[in-house]
Nanobody, 115 residues
Framework: QVQLVESGGGLVQPGGSLRLSCAVS????????MGWYRQAPGKQRELVAS???????NYADSVKGRFTISRDNTKNTVYLQMNSLKPEDTALYYC?????????WGQGTQVTVSS
């Protein structure tokens, strides 16, 4: 089974930045598209960014211009650079394949944006 380990979250003030990392292991890292998802309490999980193996990216309108997704295929790692963070970005962030996810999820990493 694939293992997904997210890290890099934390508490940050509005306008601040965080860089999330996702280490993928347990299987060959040959899926075409990986993404970052987030889920806030009481809300549905949403895909906020995705990236293909070739580097083509897509972003949810809510994060476009502020977040940047990238990947290092040799390290089986996906990143999410988050700038100009807003309180509404507060959520548990997960990585997974997109749009069809793996059968399992990691523990996620908590991002809290608050003054």
């Amino acid at each position: 089974q694939v293992q997904l380990v997210e890290s890099g979250g934390g508490l940050v003030q509005p306008g601040g930045s965080l860089r999330l990392s996702c280490a993928v292991s347990g299987t060959i890292f040959d899926v075409n598209t990986m993404g970052w998802y987030r889920q806030a309490p009481g809300k549905q999980r949403e895909l906020v960014a995705s990236i293909t193996r070739r580097g083509s990216t897509n972003y949810a309108d809510s994060v476009k211009g502020r977040f940047t997704i990238s990947r290092d295929n040799t390290k089986n790692t996906v990143y999410l650079q988050m700038n100009s963070l807003k309180p509404e970005d507060t959520a548990l962030y997960y990585c997974n394949a997109a749009p069809r996810t793996f059968g399992s999820w990691g523990q996620g990493t908590q991002v809290t944006v608050s003054s």
